[in-house]
């Protein structure tokens, strides 16, 4: 009896980690909790030095209100394989909280400097165009490695990448826009504020997430990737690509200070910010928007590949895998099931083809000889099919169809 009960224990250790790691996943949810607060304190203390608590509030919730549309956006890239909500979350609010309150120091920091030494015209210049690029990318940058290398079992490829990219982007444009709102609010009220929201949200609220969303592609498409030489360059170059995207983007604004011209800001909304998006910033969202297409076709072959021994195995079947195929027609199962039987069935259905997926992936990179993660290693492939199975009978006795 005793030896059923440690055995029993033992499995449940096994499904979510082992002991020492759980504490060691707790630990490190605790040090960005303690991270986050200082940080966002920082930032807050530099904001109030800006401007007033009320203009703050007003052009937080300003800054705020565009953010549900453009994650959901980004997260619409998650298609097969979706990511934990955990993560999710740690790499918004990294990119809103720790890179912001790194870049603001750092900027301001070199900016001084440069300012000493040639002067406040070409500071105000050379801070943006060349100096906030690198500091900006990297402190987003370091997010993405971060995952790269302590989430390995979730940064599985490009797409991957391109979601925590985006995710990080989006959450340092929502805070840097607090800052820029602010300023815009006290010169010119709510006009200018109204001025300033359609040209960094409407014209070019996406910025931000592409430069750093091609720092995640170069990442994650280096774990997918086969040679040594590609899982060092490809990094390198979605880094340099994000990078030099971003100075080109900031130079081109910081011209106008060069030559002394300021332009009228109806000119800058309807004309200069328009004319921005469309020559710097478009062809490099219509190739991460190809990179995706390329990565949703690469996700679905996996999944097909290495589910298509498992309908033997009553794992799977030919119409469930036809569904985790199709993101479009998993969406509509899970929508369906949620109006006709409630969020219970709507959970278990998608727990089953989650972890389908999962299993899918795990084949995959124990097939390509890669070192798993230790959760991995500890969830076997047969109790990754045991749990499923275990699902599959749940939604029989709930009358839940799943193809």
Not at 96 to 103: D, G, Q, R, Y
Not at 108 to 118: C, D, E, Q
Not at 206 to 219: E, K, N, S
Request: charged share 15%; net charge positive.
């Amino acid at each position: 009896m005793a030896q059923g009960r440690e055995a029993a224990v033992s499995t449940e250790l096994r499904r979510g980690g082992d002991i020492s790691e759980r504490g060691l996943r707790y630990l490190v949810y605790a040090g960005l909790g303690v991270l986050f607060f200082f940080f966002g304190m920082g930032t807050l203390i530099v904001f109030l030095h800006t401007a007033p608590l009320s203009a703050l509030l007003l052009c937080t919730v300003a800054a705020i209100l565009p953010v549900p549309i453009y994650a959901a956006v980004i997260l619409w890239l998650d298609r097969h394989e979706k990511e934990p909500t955990s993560l999710l979350l740690a790499a918004f609010f990294w990119g809103a909280i720790v890179a912001t309150f790194i870049s603001l120091l750092l900027n301001t920091g070199a900016g001084v400097i440069l300012r000493a030494m040639w002067g406040p015209r070409w500071a105000t210049v050379l801070t943006p165009s060349i100096v906030a690029p690198v500091v900006e990318e990297s402190s987003k940058g370091l997010a993405l490695l971060l995952l790269f290398l302590a989430a390995r079992g979730e940064f599985n490829n490009l797409i991957d990448g391109l979601v925590y990219g985006g995710l990080v982007g989006l959450g340092f444009a929502m805070t840097e826009n607090v800052l820029y709102f602010a300023r815009a609010y006290t010169q010119g009220g709510i006009a200018g504020l109204g001025l300033i929201f359609i040209m960094r949200v409407i014209l070019s609220g996406f910025i931000h997430p592409l430069f750093t969303g091609a720092i995640g592609a170069g990442l994650g498409y280096a774990r997918e990737a086969p040679g040594a030489l590609t899982k060092v360059g490809a990094p390198l170059l979605g880094y340099a690509c994000g990078m030099l995207g971003h100075a080109l983007w900031n130079a081109t604004a910081s011209l106008f200070d060069l030559a002394g011209v300021r332009p009228h800001p109806l000119v800058a909304v309807f004309v200069i910010v328009p004319a921005m998006s469309v020559v710097l910033a478009l062809p490099a969202l219509v190739l991460l928007v190809w990179l995706a297409v390329a990565g949703w076709k690469r996700e679905v072959r996996i999944i097909r590949e290495q589910l298509r021994d498992e309908i033997g195995r009553k794992v799977v079947t030919e119409g469930e895998l036809a569904v985790l195929g199709d993101a479009r027609a998993r969406s509509s199962m899970l929508t369906r099931t949620l109006i006709r039987q409630g969020p219970g069935a709507w959970m278990a259905l998608r727990q089953l083809y989650e972890l389908q997926v999962d299993l899918a992936f795990r084949k995959w990179h124990a097939a390509r000889g890669e070192k798993l993660t230790s959760f991995q290693q500890a969830t076997t492939e047969d109790e990754y099919r045991q749990r499923i199975g275990r699902i599959r009978d749940r939604l029989a006795a709930m009358g839940v169809t799943s193809e």
